[in-house]
């Protein structure tokens, strides 16, 4: 297997300071996916780790949540020769819009960039069962979550990296002083 810590830290993925999480957590480290997928060869190089932990699974559909996910399931349906679809934010979390349909029992695996509390991924396995699909596996490029949650389903990650991360009463960087960045889209 490559050395992602190398590449991510080569192409700009590991950054260091003071970060307020889409979560609304913060945390002194931030993983920029977005420095990861503007280069396609590393990515491809990233969902065939992943690819290789799910190709002898059963199932049909991958499926991402928007915006980083759709880039990952995309090149592991392309990868796997499976269907890909996502499931984008909504009122009540995660749906599917744009026509996108599952036969019931459709057998789904749900894959992400970033896992860190797994509002994203919780989102998107709802959205799934609202449609009576059935999820066989979870994967993502980075787990920094400090404790796993089980979801009663394999869970594999590419790069493991527990980051600590604070509710913003309980931050040490911001009794510091040191400025907070609320990075990505989210400017």
Request: glycine fraction near 10%.
């Amino acid at each position: 297997m490559p050395n992602f810590v190398e590449i991510f830290k080569k192409v700009g993925v590991i950054q260091d300071g003071h970060f307020e999480l889409t979560s609304g957590l913060h945390s002194g480290i931030y993983f920029e996916k977005f420095r990861l997928l503007e280069h396609p060869e590393i990515t491809t190089l990233i969902c065939k780790e992943i690819a290789k932990r799910f190709k002898s699974e059963n199932f049909s559909t991958v499926v991402g949540p928007t915006t980083g996910g759709i880039i990952i399931a995309y090149e592991l349906a392309r990868q796997l020769n499976k269907r890909c679809i996502f499931a984008e934010k909504s009122e009540e979390g995660r749906e599917f819009k744009r026509g996108f349909k599952l036969s019931p029992n459709e057998r789904i695996l749900v894959v992400d960039d970033i896992f860190t509390t797994g509002g994203s991924i919780k989102d998107t396995i709802s959205a799934v069962k609202k449609k009576n699909g059935v999820v066989i596996g979870l994967g993502v490029i980075v787990d920094r979550s400090e404790k796993l949650i089980d979801f009663g389903v394999p869970f594999f990650s590419v790069y493991k990296s527990p980051a600590k991360n604070w509710k913003p009463s309980e931050c040490p960087l911001c009794k510091k002083g040191i400025e907070l960045s609320k990075p990505g889209g989210r400017r």
